[in-house]
């Protein structure tokens, strides 16, 4: 029995896999307006418990300690990067991005920066403020907000589920149409099989996606845990590569056109995430 629940749980992950990565088989470039879809139905129910539980907020809760408990940094780390990576899908999708972009991307990531930051930052401390009797932050486990939202009403954990299954599905989406792209480009310039440089009519790399589409069906069913340290040891190397490759490129080849050059003032700015990284 345990074999065939198994069995049953991966088949309904590979059916919301495949699923979730069809629009990107049809339209890559319609996929950022259903992502605007997405986003707005992620916001709504956000917004909705950040303004009724702030009438219920006790400021006191956060101040309190974790009681002698020790504060598990590695795994902090692992979740903030797991929820805030991402940034550096720009520069694989700055074709659709609209001119002139040395003016829309800066504009674009310091928005998404400043709206992803703040609305993290007011539900955990809305939902610390209001649940302290129920659910104390220092006892909270995955699924804990669903049931902090129970005490606003049943209908806000309707909304918060809706929330979290939509956020999850853009984040999926809008990774696998990076990786599509970032493939395609990589096969465009030779350093990876041509084939997976085949597009449709429509645009959308369906080799590139096919293969991404396996890779990730492979890997469905391991442990959500494991697959988040694979996840995020490659895209920290990656990132790390990123990095090396921005500050070579702009000492060796400092004239080459760029989509949007960052001023110089800004380069303190990779220390901390470079630490981070380490």
């Avoid at 049809?26 to 917004?47: D, E, F, N, Q, Y």
């Avoid at 659910?135 to 939202?149: A, E, K, N, R, Y």
């Avoid at 492979?218 to 694979?230: E, K, N, V």
């Amino acid at each position: 029995r345990k074999h065939v629940a198994a069995m049953e749980v991966w088949l309904w992950r590979v059916v919301t896999t495949v699923l979730l990565s069809l629009p990107t088989f049809v339209s890559i470039r319609s996929v950022p307006k259903l992502l605007i879809v997405l986003a707005a139905i992620t916001g709504l129910p956000v917004v909705a418990f950040i303004l009724v539980g702030m009438t219920r907020v006790q400021p006191a809760v956060w101040f309190e300690s974790r009681h002698g408990k020790p504060v598990s940094f590695g795994k902090l780390v692992n979740v903030l990067f797991w929820n805030l990576e991402g940034w550096d899908c720009i520069s694989t999708c700055s074709a659709l991005c609209a001119e002139p972009m040395e003016k829309t991307v800066p504009r674009g990531l310091f928005a998404a920066l400043g709206l992803t930051s703040t609305q993290y930052l007011l539900v955990l401390l809305v939902a610390a403020g209001i649940s302290q009797d129920t659910h104390p932050w220092q006892t909270w486990d995955d699924g804990t907000l669903p049931s902090i939202g129970f005490s606003l009403g049943q209908w806000m954990v309707g909304l918060l589920m809706t929330a979290s299954v939509v956020g999850n599905a853009g984040q999926y989406l809008s990774e696998f149409m990076e990786q599509s792209y970032l493939l395609q480009g990589a096969a465009d310039i030779g350093i990876v099989p041509r084939v997976l440089g085949r597009v449709l009519p429509s645009g959308a790399p369906f080799v590139a996606n096919f293969a991404q589409l396996v890779i990730i069906l492979s890997l469905l069913a391991f442990d959500f845990g494991d697959i988040l340290i694979f996840d995020n040891f490659f895209c920290a190397t990656a990132m790390l590569l990123e990095f090396i490759a921005f500050f070579a490129l702009r000492w060796r080849r400092p004239d080459m056109a760029r989509p949007y050059r960052t001023p110089r003032a800004l380069f303190p700015m990779f220390l901390p995430a470079a630490a981070v990284l380490l």
